[in-house]
């Protein structure tokens, strides 16, 4: 018996030994051994504002602006599939990454920006679907807080959880209305479990709403009244002048929203505007670092309330030009402190 462990042991070494010194092992050892020299120089120079935006047109209408202005040493560093882009924006010191799309995405980008960089903030950005009527297409709307309409217990007709706050009951929207069962029942919106390292570890807050930086969010009512764009190209433009609107607030869940039923139902519900796939969980995760966190999005579309194709294809890059155009202002006005952002207690 102990000569056959021994054996095993011994071939398990010998394995180990072998990928160890496997030219694809070496390699991933030497790129990640160069790319935390290059980290530490990045964070020598420090601090930065973490900028996370989406998916490519958001990324493009970022960098088409030319405020970003590349480090000349060191403009990116490589890290687990995602390019982190330094530079400055109007002398902001900035470190730039594209999330992708959805809530774990979102999340596993911030916290890795957050742990691997000296951050002091992150602004978030991107477009997002439109359940507000007094609101419109190419409008940008900074929220003052989010829910996450994604986290559901889907119960059987008349169905109830303690910790559901809201609750959708599928039978409502039976066509014709009131007839017949409708087997799906009801779904209830449940609380986020809340970790933060103000708290106890291991002990989460149950909440529901999360509120972006206030101190952040009365800074970025000095952008009320920036002049945005309103016309795609020269022979398309918007019948009415896009705004800035500050303090409404904002849903995310892992479901692009093009169905009108739906989209009212979260605006009566929740009372909110802009619909994301990404915002609360870059919220979350940075409150729960303490770290302050803003958030921008432009309106693209009616979120299936507009009649036919969804436009977001067509105006998406509209709303992600003023988007941009709003952070970079924003940037621009945000105070600085050696050399880095002040963070305003």
Known sequence: MASTFMR???LLVVTISALISSPAFAVSSHKRRKSTNIINKINHNGPYIGLITVYPPEENAFFANGAFKSHP??????????????GKVHNKKVIYVR????????????????????????????IAGNA???????????????????????LKPNG?????????DIGNYNDPKGEGNNLLGRIGY??????????????????????????WLKLAENLEGIKLDNCLNSSFCLSQQPKVVIGLRGSTANAFVDNAAYRDFLFKTFQVTSLDMESSAVLMT?????????????????????????????????????TAKVVIEFLKILPTKHNGPLIIE
């Not at 403009?75 to 330094?86: E, I, Q, S, W």
């Not at 109830?160 to 959708?168: E, G, I, N, V």
């Open 8 to 10: 095993l042991l011994l």
């Open 73 to 86: 040493t060191h403009p990116f560093v490589d890290l687990a599939g995602r390019r982190f882009r330094v």
């Open 99 to 126: 999330c992708g799309v959805g809530l774990v995405n979102a999340a596993a980008t911030t916290q890795q920006i957050l742990d691997t960089f000296d951050i002091t903030g992150i602004v978030h950005f991107g």
């Open 132 to 154: 507000n009527s007094s609101m419109s297409i190419g409008d940008v709307t900074i929220p003052k807080q989010f829910v996450d309409t994604g986290l559901w217990d889907w």
């Open 160 to 168: 109830t959880d303690p910790s559901d706050f809201a609750h959708l």
């Open 190 to 215: 449940s609380n986020e479990y809340f970790y933060s390292e103000s708290g106890e570890p291991n002990t989460p807050q149950r909440v529901a709403w999360l509120n972006t930086t206030h101190q």
């Open 286 to 322: 940075s409150l729960s670092n303490s770290s302050p966190v803003i958030v921008i999005r432009g309106l693209s579309d009616l979120a299936g309330a507009q009649e036919g194709k969804n436009p977001v294809h067509i105006l998406g890059p509209l709303a992600a030009t003023n």
